[in-house]
Every structure is written in C-alpha cells, then in structure tokens.
C-alpha cells in the first residue's frame, strides 16, 4: 500500500459494536494507535479485551463501526490480502505447533505466504529465533521441551517471521517468573526501537505497562475510556483506572520504574 494509506495510522477502529446474540461487548469503541509506539490494553475482567483484538485481526466481523489497518478496513477480503504479511501475532503461551518443532513453527509463515526457497527460509527462520535470544540448539526442540518464557520468545520469532509493521501480543508475561517477564519486556522494547515495529499488547502486568509502554488504552463501560501514559492515567478519576493504577501493586510498579 502506498499514498495516504501509508500514511494512515497503523490501527484505527471507529464506533466499534460487538456482541455475542443479545450480550453487546463493545458499543461505540474508538481507539487509535500511533506508529512506533507500544501500546497497552487493559481492562477488568469480562471487558472484552481479547474480543477486541480479535476483531482488530479480522478474526470476528463486528456488528457496527469499522477497524482500519494502515487505512484499509481489514473486514474488507482485498484490504486485509494487502496487510496479512504487515501483522505479527503472538496469542497467549505462544500458540505454537506442538507436534512442530521451534525452527518449523518460525519456518510455518514463510511457508504460507512465500514461494523462498527452502535453504533461505530455512536461514531466516534461523536468525529470527537467534533475534528473540534464543540458544542455538532451541530450533530443534519441541514446544513442550521448553520453558514458558523460551516458548514465548518462540512465539515471538514466529511472529516477527516476515517482518511484520505491528507486533500483536496477548498476555505476553502471563504466567512468567519477574525476572523472565523483565527480560520479555526488554526483548519486546528492543524489537520496537530495532525494527520500527508498532506494538498493541493485551496486558494486565503493571511492571510492563511502567517498563516499555508509551501509551495505555482502558477498556471499561464498553468502550476505551482513556488513553494515556501511566503517569497520566495515575491522575484519572475514573474508579477503575484510580483502583488499577493507585492500588498497592501500580504504587509499587510505577516505585520501581519511576
């Protein structure tokens, strides 16, 4: 894509509906990322976080409002062929191959959406697992032979596979020890400053929103309620953000990366 395309935000979603039946997720959802950042969701439980990605990913067809990818509704089947190779996705735990090992779950993309010959991809594939830090003998395993955070850098590398513009990433520390979830944050932001990538990351990990985002969106009242940096939202008067962010666990993670 090129012209004002190009130009447009990486992810635009304007007055969102979703519902399931008679239960309405969303009403009215307007949320806009900008290039190069790192954003973060978050949300109370029953939200529709994850509803809300799926629909950005054209994984569930909204019942109103439209979600624009670099300009292009990506409902629309022509605009989302065009941007497909433009996104990354990594769901929670990785959501790799079982039965495939590291070095053919990263292949698994190249495969699909190119006709590279195998030795290039085989390179590639390679370097991407190499970039998430990863050791060199981790592309021959299984995913179960591997830890939780190897198997989400793993993840990573499948994501980041083809060079995608925006990195997705569901929960990405869930489920992690503190010092694997610091050092996810560090890969997460070094691959945001290497490769230019834009990041919208589901999250409910104070200690990352403080580390590596730009921005936070707030999901409540079936919409996004505000969208600021932490230090901001610090300020809000909203009962949710106040709780989240000025409870005993945002003071101490706004302490430690203040």
Request: with cysteine; hydrophobic share 40%.
């Amino acid at each position: 894509m090129s012209g004002d395309k190009d130009e447009a935000p990486p992810i635009r979603v304007k007055g969102l509906r979703t519902a399931f039946g008679e239960t309405v997720i969303h009403e009215g959802l307007d949320l806009e990322v900008e290039r190069g950042e790192i954003l973060g969701l978050v949300g109370g439980s029953g939200t529709g976080k994850s509803v809300l990605l799926n629909t950005i990913l054209g994984l569930k067809r909204p019942e109103g409002g439209c979600v624009e990818i670099f300009g292009g509704d990506i409902h629309d089947p022509d605009a989302r062929a065009q941007v497909e190779r433009r996104i990354g996705v990594m769901f929670q735990g990785g959501a790799l191959f079982s039965a495939l090992s590291v070095q053919e779950n990263v292949e698994a993309p190249f495969i699909e959406h190119t006709d590279l010959p195998h030795a290039f991809v085989r390179d590639l594939a390679a370097l991407k697992i190499k970039l998430a830090g990863l050791p060199d003998d981790a592309g021959a395993k299984r995913p179960a032979e591997l830890s939780g955070g190897m198997r989400k850098r793993a993840g990573v590398a499948r994501a980041i596979a083809l060079d995608p513009d925006i990195l997705f990433l569901d929960e990405p520390t869930s489920g992690l020890d503190p010092m694997a979830a610091e050092e996810f944050d560090t890969l997460i932001r070094r691959f945001r400053d290497a490769l230019g990538l834009t990041v919208f990351m589901i999250t409910h990990d104070l200690d990352s929103l403080y580390a590596i985002c730009d921005r936070v969106a707030v999901l409540a009242e079936k919409k996004v309620v505000a969208v600021a940096p932490p230090a901001e939202l610090e300020k809000s008067d909203h009962p949710w953000i106040k709780e989240y962010f000025c409870g005993p666990r945002g003071r101490a993670a706004k302490e430690k990366h203040g």
